[in-house]
């Protein structure tokens, strides 16, 4: 599959926005305190593929620093009005900019292209080279 532009919003439709996303490169589902009590599903792609069309001021901002890191790996964006996490900002490996899309809040994605995509990675114990044990929960 290649990019293509896919449209998401939050459930009010407050926070909207397109993002450019190969989603055959997959997605990330991660069991890390944060992402397993969220069930968080992301898309990665570079900052400038990305494009907030409406709702920069209903959109909150959480930051979290796991343990032993000297800092948040993500800002992650919700909507103050429902509540809704529509995507996160940050840096990959390489330093970066890069947006993490929730891909629950995909307007117009192929689910079989979704269930397709899904990664697992042990974001709890840093191992994000390998799934974890169980991703029953995830």
Known sequence: MATQTHKGSCHC??????ADLDL????????????????????FTPA???RLLDGESALADYQWTPPGRPQP??????????????????????????RAIA?????????DEL??????VDGLHNRFDRAPADT???
């Open 13 to 18: 439709g407050a926070v909207r926005y397109e």
């Open 24 to 43: 055959s490169k997959g997605t990330l589902r991660c069991n890390c305190s944060i992402c397993s009590k969220a069930r968080a599903w992301f898309a």
């Open 48 to 50: 400038d593929k990305f």
């Open 73 to 98: 790996n993500l800002h992650y964006r919700f909507c103050k009005t429902c509540g809704v996490r529509a995507f996160a900002s940050g840096k990959d490996a390489k330093g970066n900019d890069i």
């Open 103 to 111: 891909v629950a809040t995909l307007d117009d994605a192929d689910s």
């Open 115 to 120: 269930a397709a995509s899904i990664r697992y």
């Open 136 to 138: 029953r929960l995830l």
